[in-house]
C-alpha cells in the first residue's frame, strides 16, 4: 500500500485509524460488486447525488435509476474488450476530518483470458456524514495509456 495521509484535524489516531480501514474496506466491496457486471450491485456504495468524472466529463447522477444507467454504459463498454476482472489497490488513504476521506487506486484491467487490456485509476471522495457509514459522493475515473 502507498502513502496514508494523516491529516484529519483535530482527531486521534483511533479515529483516523478506523476511518482509513472504512475508506479501504469500501473500495474492495465496491470493486467486488462492480465486477459483478451487474449495474446496481455498486447502488449500496453510492451517496445520492454522486459525481462522476470520466474521460474529460462531468455528470451528476442525482438518482438510482442514473447510476445504473451510468453503470451499464461502463459495464457496456467493458463487455466489447471482452472484460473479464479488474485487480486494483489503494494507493493513498488521506483522512480529511471526521467526514471525509479520499482514497487513490490504481488497477489494471484484464480480458477472460487473464491477458491486461487497460491500467486503470481512481479517485474517491467518500463521505460518510452524520458518522454514518462511508459512501462514494465523488468518483474520479481515468484509463492510464
Do not use: C, N, W
Request: charged content about 25%.
Amino acid at each position: 500500500m502507498g502513502t496514508m495521509a494523516e491529516s484529519g484535524s483535530g482527531m486521534d489516531a483511533r479515529e483516523i485509524a478506523e476511518l482509513r480501514r472504512s475508506a479501504i474496506e469500501l473500495f474492495g466491496d465496491y470493486l467486488e460488486k462492480f465486477q459483478s457486471g451487474a449495474p446496481e450491485a455498486v447502488l449500496p456504495f453510492m451517496s445520492l447525488p454522486v459525481v462522476m468524472v470520466s474521460a474529460g466529463r462531468v455528470a451528476v447522477r442525482e438518482t438510482s435509476e442514473q447510476v445504473i444507467a451510468a453503470y451499464g454504459e461502463i459495464h457496456d463498454r467493458l463487455r466489447t474488450l471482452d472484460y473479464g476482472s479488474t485487480r486494483a489497490h489503494v494507493e493513498a488513504v488521506e483522512v480529511l476530518d471526521h467526514e471525509t476521506v479520499t482514497v487513490r487506486t490504481l488497477g489494471i484491467r484484464y480480458d477472460r483470458h487473464g491477458r491486461a487490456i487497460e491500467p486503470t485509476q481512481a479517485l474517491y471522495l467518500m463521505l460518510g456524514p452524520d458518522g454514518g457509514p462511508l459512501r462514494i459522493a465523488t468518483l474520479v475515473a481515468f484509463i492510464t495509456e
